[in-house]
């Protein structure tokens, strides 16, 4: 009975297990610390000190509102899956609330309001 657990002991090691499972942990850890370097390496090239998202609004799952900052000129864009429209040139002075006020007010969709306005008063 002896030499028949002896056989079982062998033939069932612990150790292919032991080793399964730091094989598992090791890829895991570097999948880890490859998603981190990656992330971290993206963020870098990233940033831009004369190209700055201020703000965006989401219209539907492919379209959108930019107002976007390009040195000292901002802009509204419009960004669908076709591409990338222009919509208008915001002077800075106009810009002037959204730096003080707080972003729970949503700056933006006042801003937005107020241009639509605009636009709709020039037209008439």
């Given amino acids: 009975m002896t030499h028949y657990w002896a056989v079982v002991a062998s033939r069932f090691s612990i ?15 570097l999948a880890y610390l490859t998603t981190f370097a990656v992330a971290k390496l993206y963020g870098k090239s990233s940033q831009s000190a004369n190209i700055k998202v201020v703000e965006r609004v989401n219209l539907a799952t492919d379209k959108s509102l930019w107002l976007v900052s390009l040195g000292e000129k901002y802009y509204f864009l419009y960004i669908d899956r076709n591409g990338m429209t222009k919509l208008d040139e915001v002077d800075s002075s106009t810009l002037s609330f959204i ?21 709709s008063d020039e037209q008439k």
């Fill in 15 to 29: 150790a292919p297990v032991v080793t399964y499972v730091l094989a598992v942990i090791a890829v895991i850890a």
């Fill in 99 to 119: 730096e003080q006020t707080d972003i729970k007010t949503q700056p933006f969709m006042n801003l937005l309001k107020s241009k639509i306005k605009r636009t």
